[in-house]
């Protein structure tokens, strides 16, 4: 009898301490979203398995047009007020640097010297920031933020500058890589130092090696785009580019590592509901997310599955008040 009793002591310890660790969610990144209503931050989303907390556990405060994170956690954007690019150290609420962009833009001269639009972020794991700008003729008289949709205003110098880790002030590039169209929506990087710029006037996305030092062109990939609006990568190096089709966003084309000019996707994950008009997107780990200005009426950051094909339904749904939020970032 005793020895049974101790048989059984030790079946329930063990149980007792194995099943709750095996059961508990764990944090292993977050979810980084800028909103689009007072008070202006970028609210941190702690990812439980994937999946975002209801609340935040941190905000960074400002308002950005564009954001990204990089690989240590700090956070960057594109400051709406007096274009500037802020960067915020992991947890901490105040910039930790500022960078006044543009102080001259390589290969834009006169007349190209009115508004500039920077269109999308992206960060190295050296710490390199990328940036995609748009810098417009000089008669053009209208407020950077509606260069998207205005008619008047053409002939644009484009292209993407780095600034290196520790770039502050009237920093000048390190590196600059001009480019032709009209709008460049979407940066993102690989673990490789492979740079993806999405050239949405062409309908392609075009990639360079090197972009911190001495960048060249590596290729690109179009097949299967139509106005690319955003991008983003994942651990195993597959490219994500959120695709326009005419504007609606209502799909994303996934394209296997290494993929070149003639590279069709291996799969297109589509948005289930026809309505969505999905802003920007991001990857973590296995999971996708998609900032949804129109999910069934309402805002919100929708999850799937990365490996999804075809119609797909969210697996979660992170609520946002109105108007939410268009730009969005993941990170550790």
Sequence with gaps: MMRSARIAVVIVAVA????????????????????????????????????????????????????????????YGDSWTNQQLVVFAPGIARPVRRINFPVNIPGCSSPYSGPTQVEALAVNRLGDLFVAYTTYFSGARVAPRMLRVRRSVMYPCLGVVAYGPDAQGFAQPKAAMPMGGQYLNGLTMDLDGLLYV???????????????????????????????????????ENLYELDGQFLTKNGVNVYAPGAGHGSAPTSTLLFESAYS?????????TFLYASD??????????????????????????PLTRPGAWFIATGP
Aim: aromatic share 14%; charged share 15%.
């Design 16 to 75: 007792s301490v194995v099943f709750p660790v095996a059961a508990a969610a764990r944090v292993t990144g977050h979810l980084f979203v800028a909103t689009l209503k007072r008070p202006y931050a970028i609210l941190r989303f702690p990812l439980n398995d994937g999946i975002p907390s209801s609340t935040p556990d941190f905000k960074y405060p400002g308002r950005f047009n564009t954001i990204t994170v990089g690989p240590d956690g700090s956070v």
């Design 198 to 236: 999405a050239n949405s006037a062409y309908d392609l996305v075009q990639e360079y090696a090197d972009p911190g030092s001495h960048p060249r062109g590596f290729g690109f990939l179009t097949v299967g785009m139509t106005y690319p609006q955003a991008l983003a990568t994942d651990p195993a």
């Design 277 to 285: 008009w999905v802003e920007d997107v991001a990857v973590w780990k």
């Design 293 to 318: 200005i129109n999910y069934h009426g309402s805002w919100s950051v929708d999850v799937y599955n990365a490996s999804a094909n075809g119609t797909t339904a969210p697996i979660f749904s992170l």
